[in-house]
């Protein structure tokens, strides 16, 4: 191959890569650091490749383990809940891939599988590889990685939405939920969330968050009331942008004090499953 041939093999896998990194680490910043890495060695490695795309996710799961091993001590010390990065995009058209696969929920409980479940577990039942190249990828024998896929399947049964709601449900959602905590409604956000919904605010240690998921209608009215009290008697919202966050409905807010995420997951059932905001402006420096 030419080294016009090299670029063009790349760049064809350079948004698949990027995902497939994403995934793996909730992070848009080091999943973009990921694929540089990648492409560093597929500068020096292309014109002994036979197959490019098999190369280049194998080369990158691999980056994405050596990282997640790595992070470990860093992970556990987090202060507070830890939420993915926000990623805010156009969800890509790709028939072996679900919205739901970005999504916040799903992606917490990604991180409470080990890595090698996690990489197993997207390669094969969200990028579609097979069990023969997920083995060779990871090194391990393809009767193990088939043990890997099933562990990783029961952690993750319950995390994938059983219902379809449409983009202008979910969007209706969302606009209630923000309207009545703007008018210190408490009444109506009541009515908006589900009975076991959970909110989740990951500051980072650096950003005033709650310092554990609040889960139930009561705990979460208590903390929005809170926040009206200390407010005059609205919520806080500051300059509010829509956007799709994670494939969810949601809201980028930018105060005195810095951009947050708001990001809104339906139940199903007309209300919300889950309300997730991102304070941690280490997590939002792509954010514009």
């Not at 099933?150 to 952690?155: C, E, I, K, L, S």
Request: hydrophobic residues 45%.
């Amino acid at each position: 191959m030419t080294p016009d041939d090299d670029v063009a093999a790349f760049e064809a896998q350079r948004s698949r890569l990027t995902r497939l990194a994403y995934r793996m680490l909730g992070s848009v910043a080091e999943a973009e650091d990921v694929v540089q890495d990648a492409w560093l060695r597929w500068t020096r490695a292309a014109g002994e490749v036979g197959d490019p795309a098999a190369w280049l996710v194998r080369t990158t799961s691999r980056l994405c383990l050596d990282r997640l091993r790595a992070d470990k001590a860093r992970r556990d010390a987090y202060r507070g809940p830890w939420l993915p990065e926000p990623l805010i995009e156009d969800l890509q058209v790709d028939p072996v891939e679900r919205a739901e696969d970005v999504s916040v929920a799903f992606l917490l409980a990604l991180e409470r599988l080990s890595p090698l479940e996690r990489a197993v577990f997207l390669l094969h039942d969200v990028f579609d590889e097979d069990y023969g190249a997920v083995a060779q990828t990871l090194g391990r024998t393809e009767p193990a990685v088939r043990q890997l896929a099933a562990r990783a399947r029961g952690h993750l049964r319950d995390a994938r939405p059983r219902f379809s709601v449409s983009e202008a449900e979910a969007a209706r959602l969302a606009s209630a939920f923000l309207a009545a905590a703007a008018q210190g409604d408490t009444v109506a956000l009541a009515d908006l969330l589900a009975e076991d919904a959970v909110l989740v605010s990951d500051g980072g240690g650096k950003r005033k968050a709650a310092l554990r998921p609040l889960v139930g209608v009561e705990d979460i009215l208590r903390l929005i009331e809170g926040l009206i009290w200390r407010e005059g008697g609205s919520a806080p919202w500051g300059d509010v942008r829509p956007a799709r966050i994670n494939g969810y409905p949601g809201v980028i807010v930018t105060r005195s004090d810095g951009v947050m995420t708001i990001a809104f997951q339906p139940d199903g059932a007309g209300r919300l499953a889950g309300v997730y905001m991102v304070r941690n402006p280490d997590k939002l420096a792509h954010v514009k």
